[in-house]
T-cell receptor, first 112, second 117 residues
Framework: EDKVVQSPLSLVVHEGDTVTLNCSYEVTNFRSLLWYKQEKKAPTFLFML????IEKKSGRLSSILDKKELSSILNITATQTGDSAIYLCAVGNNNAGNMLTFGGGTRLMVKP | NAGVTQTPKFQVLKTGQSMTLQCAQD?????MYWYRQDPGMGLRLIYYSASEGTTDKGEVPNGYNVSRLNKREFSLRLESAAPSQTSVYFC?????WGQGSAKNIQYFGAGTRLSVL
């Protein structure tokens, strides 16, 4: 059974701080790792990392995949209150079609 | 740009009642999914449809049924609601199935918050 664990469960920082969110996984035949941001409603896609694309960056957000350590980090620099959300990590398995296994999420709160 | 649309947004049921959650996507995606989200447990897959005309069980299918009505629509039915089914339900879609590319990215609807009393 595939497994995804995220840490920390929750995090409170102040605007301007840098945060690092962690995701570790166990999967029989790794295909991809996806990060989503969930504010009040729908999770929205941030990044997809694969064996051929282990590093992604968009503005203040960046993510790295470590296939050796079976983990990924999501970095957010110069945090803003608008970054407050739940961040979800999900892993795809080549043996499971397009099904994703999600972690429990990290709840980030950014205070002014 | 509607994307994935779910109805209703909120619903309160009594134990034993039935209801259908509706989902429609306008992105011409082949695959659709139903998840439930409970506090601290992330998203768990209930059922999915890899392509029009096919459906299959996910991680937590008990107590649910689905119908892939056409390429756009995928509904989730609770035949006899139980308090354990109180949750937030999300529908998602993706362009492809089993292909290692951006076609695997799943796009989500805004969710249905369901309470079963």
């Amino acid at each position: 059974e595939d497994k995804v664990v995220q840490s920390p469960l929750s995090l409170v920082v102040h605007e301007g701080d840098t945060v690092t969110l962690n995701c570790s996984y166990e999967v029989t035949n790794f295909r991809s790792l996806l990060w989503y941001k969930q504010e009040k409603k729908a999770p929205t896609f941030l990044f997809m990392l694969t064996s051929s694309g282990i590093e992604k960056k968009s503005g203040r957000l960046s993510s790295i995949l470590d296939k050796k350590e079976l983990s990924s980090i999501l970095n957010i620099t110069a945090t803003q209150t608008g970054d407050s959300a739940i961040y979800l990590c999900a892993v795809g398995n080549n043996n499971a079609g397009n099904m994703l296994t999600f972690g429990g999420g990290t709840r980030l709160m950014v205070k002014p | 740009n509607a994307g994935v649309t779910q109805t209703p947004k909120f619903q309160v049921l009594k134990t034993g009642q039935s209801m259908t959650l509706q989902c429609a996507q306008d992105m011409n995606h082949n695959s659709m999914y139903w998840y439930r989200q409970d506090p601290g447990m992330g998203l768990r897959l209930i059922y999915y449809s890899a392509s029009e005309g096919t459906t299959d069980k996910g991680e937590v299918p008990n107590g649910y049924n689905v119908s892939r009505l056409n390429k756009r629509e995928f509904s989730l039915r609770l035949e006899s609601a139980a308090p354990s089914q109180t949750s937030v339900y999300f529908c998602a879609s993706s362009e492809g199935w089993g292909q290692g590319s951006a076609k695997n990215i799943q796009y989500f609807g805004a969710g249905t918050r369901l309470s079963v009393l």
